[in-house]
């Protein structure tokens, strides 16, 4: 099984949207996915809730049966348009790739 755990700073207004409002927006987007794209075990969207300058705003933690599933997952067309987006809103980003 690989997992993919991704987090994010997002602007404080991007797209004409707050923090919050983008924040949703990826958090259903990304869910969303689930139902759209083979491969996906698991898909979850996690919104901050500490208030510190060391967190992120938003964690992505997936799992897939095997790398080839996350490659397929990653270069899907859904997936991009998410991507595409979060690309807009973001001010940074880290990402773990793992085998369990």
Same mark, same amino acid.
């Given at each position: 099984? #690989?997992?993919?755990?991704?987090?994010?700073?997002? +602007?404080?207004? %991007?797209?004409?949207?707050?923090?919050?409002?983008?924040?949703?927006?990826?958090?259903?987007?990304?869910?969303?996915?689930?139902?759209?794209?083979?491969?996906?075990?698991?898909?979850?969207?996690?919104?901050?809730?500490?208030?510190?300058? %060391? %967190?992120?705003?938003?964690?992505?933690?997936?799992?897939? !049966?095997?790398? !080839?599933?996350?490659?397929?997952?990653?270069?899907?067309?859904?997936?991009?348009?998410? %991507? +595409?987006?979060?690309?807009?809103?973001? !001010?940074?980003?880290?990402? #773990?790739?793992? !085998?369990?």
């Amino acid at each position: 099984m #690989v997992k993919h755990i991704v987090m994010w700073r997002i +602007k404080d207004h %991007a797209e004409g949207k707050s923090k919050k409002d983008n924040c949703l927006l990826i958090k259903n987007d990304l869910e969303g996915l689930k139902s759209k794209i083979p491969g996906i075990i698991n898909i979850e969207v996690g919104i901050n809730i500490l208030m510190d300058n %060391a %967190a992120y705003d938003l964690v992505l933690y997936s799992e897939f !049966e095997d790398y !080839e599933g996350l490659n397929q997952y990653q270069n899907h067309e859904e997936h991009l348009k998410v %991507a +595409k987006y979060i690309g807009l809103v973001k !001010e940074d980003r880290i990402v #773990v790739d793992y !085998e369990k």
